[in-house]
């Protein structure tokens, strides 16, 4: 069973197009951390978020988390090459126990 | 500043054949993660070290599956006996502190293991 559902899988978009993508659950998480990685490269955190409603911008990127803290997403706008990577979901849940991450999406974006 | 390093960055190695995997941590941080991230897959956890507390194996999916972390900074992976079901990339983490809720968790570029 996968605690964090990603979608899309993939995705393929044209240079200056907004895209969304979105990270589920039917678990709480006590935080949801969104990270990007390139071919060949670790993951990269991105933002954290830890309250419910919260909203976090990073440029061109916006992130939210629910209000129940099950899920969350990522809306890019105007998106641009450098854009491309995989965007991977992670939750945080008490107890210090292990992050759980989704399976990404894969951000393919066209000049 | 120097970042997570990790070493090899490939290797190949034939079914039955134990391997090492190093980790060297950034400077200073006190927790180190091991994931391996499948073909199509998440980050898989494996194991967590944190200060000189028990670490937690919870992760491993096999007894063929060992780490240890030496004098609180460098680690190594060790897979026994290797399956081709063990190929995968092999990625190390640091933190400064051991909240794995909330902190910042830095990548190496991981080891893309491949058992033929």
């Known amino acids: 069973t996968q605690l964090l559902e990603q979608s899309p899988q993939f995705l393929s978009i044209q240079e200056g197009e907004n895209l969304t993508v979105y990270c589920n659950s039917s678990?709480?998480?006590?935080?949801l951390q969104w990270y990007r990685q390139e071919p060949g490269e670790g993951p990269v955190l991105l933002v954290t978020?830890?309250?419910?409603?919260e909203v976090k911008k990073l440029k061109r990127l916006t992130f939210q988390f629910g209000d129940a803290r099950k899920d969350s997403s990522l809306h890019i706008t105007a998106a641009q090459t450098g854009d491309t990577g995989l965007y991977l979901c992670a939750g945080g849940r008490p107890g210090n126990t292990p992050l759980v991450f989704g399976k990404g999406t894969r951000l393919s974006v066209i000049a | 500043g120097a970042g997570v390093s990790q070493s090899p960055s490939n290797k190949v190695t034939e079914k039955g054949k134990d391997v090492e995997l190093r980790c060297d941590p950034i400077s200073g941080h006190t927790a180190l993660y091991w994931y391996r991230q499948s073909l199509g897959q998440g980050l898989e956890f494996l194991i967590y070290?944190?200060?000189?507390?028990?670490?937690?194996k919870s992760g491993l999916p096999s007894d063929r599956f060992s780490a240890e972390r030496t004098g609180g900074s460098v680690s190594t992976l060790t897979i026994q006996r290797t399956q081709q079901e063990d190929s995968a990339v092999y990625l190390c983490?640091?933190?400064?502190?051991?909240?794995?809720?909330?902190?910042?968790?830095?990548f190496g570029p991981g080891t893309r293991l491949t058992v033929l």
């Open positions: 070290f944190q200060g000189n507390s028990a670490p937690d």
């Open positions: 978020v830890v309250t419910g409603g």
């Open positions: 678990s709480v998480f006590s935080s």
């Open positions: 983490a640091s933190s400064l502190a051991g909240d794995r809720v909330i902190d910042t968790q830095y």
